[in-house]
């Protein structure tokens, strides 16, 4: 399974980003999850990045494809948990719980991100695009 970081649905949407052709190669997989959260969070993009809510509609209907799954408590509190044990920021909170989604799961990471990357292959998450 892969677990789906909000800039790979970002990098996706748009056919002009710098990693559209891996994103999209990604998404298109049977096997991706896409926590809760990520959704939220790529609302707040889409809608910063174009403000039309007939776009952000059209959107989030498209994520009706997909499985996406609430976090329940102990991924949270697993988050908080790996907050404390690298002593870095609660604001970088929803990083961690997308990081706990993937432990939690067994899952690999799909992610842009260069600082989860990193916390992902220190806590042992296969990370792609590799």
Known sequence: ?????????????????KYHKESVNI?????VIIPQIV????????????PDLNFVKTKTEEL?????VCEDMNIILQAINLIKNTK???KNINDFI??????YTKSS???F????RKLAEKNGVNVLPS
């Open 109 to 111: 990471l799909a992610t």
């Open 88 to 90: 870095l920021s609660l």
């Open 113 to 116: 991100d260069v600082k989860l």
């Open 98 to 103: 997308i990081l706990s989604f993937s432990l």
């Open 27 to 31: 998404i298109q997989r049977e096997d």
């Open 64 to 68: 009706t494809e997909f499985n996406i």
């Open 1 to 17: 399974m892969i677990v789906v970081d909000t800039n790979v649905l970002v990098y996706a949407t748009f056919e002009d980003s």
């Open 39 to 50: 959704v939220y969070e790529y609302l707040e993009v889409l809608s910063e990045l174009v």
